[in-house]
């Protein structure tokens, strides 16, 4: 696990919820091109032949999508609106669920970073 593996991450994890899930969409590039099944961590391996530039330029497009994503669904509907694209099960899950999973996303991997940061530094938190 590296810091641009987590920025990548979720970059990716951004267009799987705000844009392929909620609204059915295509993957954006880089993304797009990846075999998924072949290489299920592509994000989190790949982002070492990336520069940190690249990282929070892909990172920063990718919330910026997120959000105008949202703004659009919020035109059509409110936070309980359902996905476009279903859950296998058919189920489908609220904006307001996405957006919520999204909270738990960025402090799981912000745990991460804080603990890579631990392993540098060698100070801990309170």
């Given at each position: 696990?590296?810091?641009?593996g ?12 705000f ?33 940190p ?24 509907g409110?936070?309980?609106q ?11 899950p ?15 991997h912000n745990?991460?970073?804080d ?8 100070q801990?938190?309170?």
């Amino acid at each position: 696990m590296t810091l641009g593996g987590v920025l990548k991450h979720m970059a990716y994890v951004e267009g799987e919820w705000f844009s392929r899930s909620l609204h059915a969409r295509d993957r954006d590039a880089p993304f797009d091109a990846v075999d998924w099944k072949a290489d299920p961590d592509w994000d989190w391996h790949s982002a070492a032949n990336d520069t940190p530039e690249q990282l929070r330029t892909l990172w920063q497009d990718a919330v910026d999508r997120s959000r105008a994503s949202v703004a659009d669904a919020l035109t059509r509907g409110g936070l309980d609106q359902l996905a476009r694209r279903p859950w296998p099960d058919g189920s489908a899950p609220s904006l307001r669920w996405i957006l919520c999973h999204m909270i738990e996303e960025y402090a799981r991997h912000n745990g991460h970073a804080d603990l890579l940061r631990e392993a540098v530094d060698g100070q801990t938190g309170e």
